[in-house]
């Protein structure tokens, strides 16, 4: 080849590079440019969507407007997966809405509904089974519980029977929902009924016959259905608090007997949760009757509560006691010294331990877990709710739906076993609109969780420590779902043991 011949076929394959480098720039603003207008065209259908939907005039009174109703949709990132043309409008004031004055009145305390209020209320006063989905602290027990009761009032005559069924997993948040309860049947002259394990039997039995809500843990309900001292046939009203953690393989069985015990035909079936992961929703779906699902945030992604800020700390397992003290004084001292902190372990066991050590340290300590007895529980949750004690350790039986007054830090002394259970944990702080801090300790132990987490701390636009990071951001999917918060040894290889609520 010819020096010039040379020349040319370089300048030949530079005008080539050119012209592809052109082609790449003109084909990704294309792709832009298609984008931008799919993300136009989506907000439109977004909008759209909001103004076709049709207000029910016999649940709510008065219509907001169509741009309070479209900022109200874009602000709280609401999404109904529902078709468009049953779209029923959210109400944004509670004058808006078609209910019952005396549960008005017990509604006067608060401000206005809270978005899950706001969106689900239509869709159960006029009937319909929700899958409500929102942030821990979001307000979801009024959201399930003032359309119940409204419900029991708007009948002709006193109720009769059992009507209203709420499940929840543990002992603890059933006695809270109760008390969120009795504030709108005392109001309405209805009996109100919390059944779980650990007391005596005799004085529930008593009250089941009278009661027309009732708030149980499966374990107890199960044992007093089939002593025959409660009926739940006419149950026309079913909730399943925390259903993410009620439909989990282990409870599955005990689940499925409750329901079959109610009426099956003309039954409305709510799940309220903070989390929805894939793997419950075919199951759920088993109990459902063409179902609204009503989601607040983001929430088809494992997310957390953004008020909350997210301290991540890598650390080898067995400096963990030795920090802990550290993080004690950091978020109790001075200005903070009365400050409440919640601090989670994973294992019974661990949590005597952890007690033990912090008595001998000078903390006085409230705990709660597997081992005390219920009594022992109920006075340690009532200390720290109250401010008697300021700092409460628990395992996973506190993790879920626990509404406690001004938890300022939880600290995970252990990580939980599902991420989903750590979302939980760190929505005992930062509720009903106020902050707070979540200060996690992660070992190499749990380092299958660590994409998981990664994931949770982006999705509320937290730092992803570089230790974490390291090791992997893979996420590994869940294998079965009974190795929640209840659960003791993790071993994948055996078959799920069955798990029972008391
Ligand atoms: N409309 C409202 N306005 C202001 N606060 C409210 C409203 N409704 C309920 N709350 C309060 O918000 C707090 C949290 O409510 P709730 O315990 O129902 O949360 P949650 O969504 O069930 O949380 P979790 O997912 O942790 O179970 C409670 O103290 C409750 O009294």
Redo the contacts with the bound molecule.
């Keep these: 080849m010819t020096k010039e011949e040379i020349k040319e076929k370089k300048r030949k394959s530079q005008d080539d590079l050119k012209t592809e480098r052109k082609k790449h720039k003109k084909d990704k603003k294309d792709k832009k440019d298609k984008k931008d207008k799919k993300d136009k065209k989506d907000k439109k259908d977004k909008k759209d969507k909001h103004k076709n939907s049709s207000v029910d005039s016999d649940v709510v009174t008065e219509k907001p407007s169509e741009t309070d109703i479209s900022a109200f949709y874009e602000e709280n990132e609401v999404s109904v997966d529902y078709p468009v043309e049953k779209h029923i409008q959210p109400v944004l004031k509670f004058d808006e809405l078609s209910l019952d004055s005396r549960i008005k009145s017990a ?1 006067s305390v ?5 978005p ?2 706001s969106v689900s209320w239509p869709y159960l006063l006029s009937g319909k089974d929700v899958i409500g989905v ?9 959201a399930f519980g003032v359309p119940a009761i409204n419900k029991l009032v708007s009948q002709s005559g006193k109720p009769k029977g059992v009507q209203v069924l709420v499940i929840s997993p543990t002992r603890e948040l059933a006695s809270q929902i109760y008390d ?1 309860l009795v504030l709108l049947t005392e109001k309405a002259n209805l009996d109100c009924c919390c059944v779980y394990g650990g007391v005596p039997k005799h004085e529930q039995r008593e009250k089941l016959k009278k009661t027309q809500v009732v708030v149980a843990t499966p374990g107890r309900l199960l044992d007093l259905m089939q002593e025959g001292s409660v009926d739940l046939s006419n149950v026309s009203y079913l909730v399943l608090d ?1 259903a993410d953690r009620m439909l989990e393989k282990g409870f599955e069985e005990d689940i499925k007997n409750i329901i079959k015990a109610t009426n099956t035909k003309g039954r409305q079936t709510l799940m ?3 989390t929805w992961p894939k793997e419950v929703r075919e199951l759920a779906s088993s109990f459902m009757s063409d179902p609204v699902k009503v989601s607040i945030g983001n929430r088809d992604e494992l997310s957390a509560n953004k008020r909350i800020t997210q301290i991540v700390e890598v650390i080898d397992q067995f400096q963990k006691e030795k920090k802990l003290l550290e993080l004690l004084k950091k978020y109790q001292s001075g200005a903070k010294k009365d400050d409440k902190v919640l601090i989670f372990a994973l294992y019974k066991k661990e949590a005597a331990r952890v007690e033990r050590n912090l008595n001998y340290n000078g903390y006085k300590v409230a705990a709660i877990h597997g081992d005390l007895s219920q009594q022992q529980r109920t006075q340690a949750l009532n200390e720290f709710k109250s401010g008697a004690s300021n700092l409460l350790l628990a395992t996973d039986v506190a993790a ?2 626990l ?1 406690i007054p001004n938890v300022k830090t939880v600290i995970n002394l252990t990580f939980p076993l599902t991420v989903e259970d750590y979302v ?1 944990r760190i ?1 005992r702080t930062g ?2 609109g106020q902050t707070g801090t979540a200060h996690t300790l992660f070992t190499e132990q749990e380092k299958h969780l660590a994409g998981a987490l990664v994931n949770v701390l982006n999705g509320a636009n937290q730092p992803v420590p570089e230790e974490l990071k390291k090791f992997g951001t893979h996420t590994k999917k869940k294998e079965h779902s009974a190795y929640g918060a209840f659960y003791k040894d993790v071993d994948m290889n055996k078959k799920p043991k069955k798990i029972t609520f008391d």
Excluded: W
Aim: aromatic share 10%; no cysteine; net charge positive.
């Design positions: 509604l608060f401000s206005k509904p809270t899950i209020q929102a942030e821990t602290g979001s307000g979801k027990t009024f969120n925390e309220f949760t903070a879920r739906g509404d939980h929505g509720r009903a």
